[in-house]
């Protein structure tokens, strides 16, 4: 299986961390409804305060960047906006997936 991922690195501001989570996953959870999302996850950062990162699956780059550009994600991208200090995003295809 082919898998297009995104990788975003956020640090939002002090004390907001429970808020973002929570306005995160009903955004996720949306997200997840769209028939090439493979998969959505949020982790807490243990090396720095206040940093996520957000890992995101498609079956592919052209439906990312479909769902990009969408409405949606415009929407999701202004629920979490107040709580975002900075941020950056990388993309990639995996190459090898080896699991247990």
Known sequence: MTVFRVLLRMRVRPGSGPAFERDWRAGATRIATRPASVGQWLARGTDEEE??????????????????????????????????????????????????
């Open 51 to 100: 940093v996520y990162y957000v890992v995101s699956d498609w079956t592919d780059e052209a439906s990312f960047r479909e769902y990009e550009r969408s409405e949606a994600h415009q929407q999701h991208l202004r629920r979490l906006r107040p709580y975002r200090m900075d941020g950056s995003m990388s993309t990639m295809d995996i190459v090898v997936a080896v699991t247990a």
